[in-house]
């Protein structure tokens, strides 16, 4: 029989709690537009909207409403670095 572990139930938590912020879904209209951080929400979560897309075809990867480039920035920001993708330090291998 299937048992639900801490670090499952932590996960699917995870799950709901990032695709419940997906871009397409959300109150956004001409006058409620998606500014900078929320590109960066959308751009963290752009793998899980991606297969949520496969059950609910009216949501979106991309906010329509947003504002421009700010937007913009902050959605490629976050899909370029994802989870710590981009260092502004770099180790160097020790030459033995």
């Not at 912020?21 to 001409?30: K, T």
């Not at 929320?38 to 949520?52: D, E, N, Q, Y």
């Not at 976050?78 to 502004?88: D, N, R």
Request: include cysteine.
């Amino acid at each position: 029989m299937f048992k639900i572990t801490g670090l499952t139930l932590l996960c699917l938590l995870l799950i709901i709690l990032l695709s419940s912020c997906a871009p397409g879904v959300n109150n956004r209209s001409q006058d409620n537009k998606a500014g900078f951080f929320s590109g960066i929400w959308h751009g963290w979560i752009a793998p899980i909207t991606l297969i949520w897309q496969i059950f609910n075809h009216n949501v979106r990867i991309y906010e329509v409403y947003n504002t421009g480039w700010t937007y913009d920035l902050g959605f490629y920001i976050a899909v370029i670095s994802g989870f710590g993708g981009i260092s502004l330090s770099r180790r160097h291998r020790k030459k033995k």
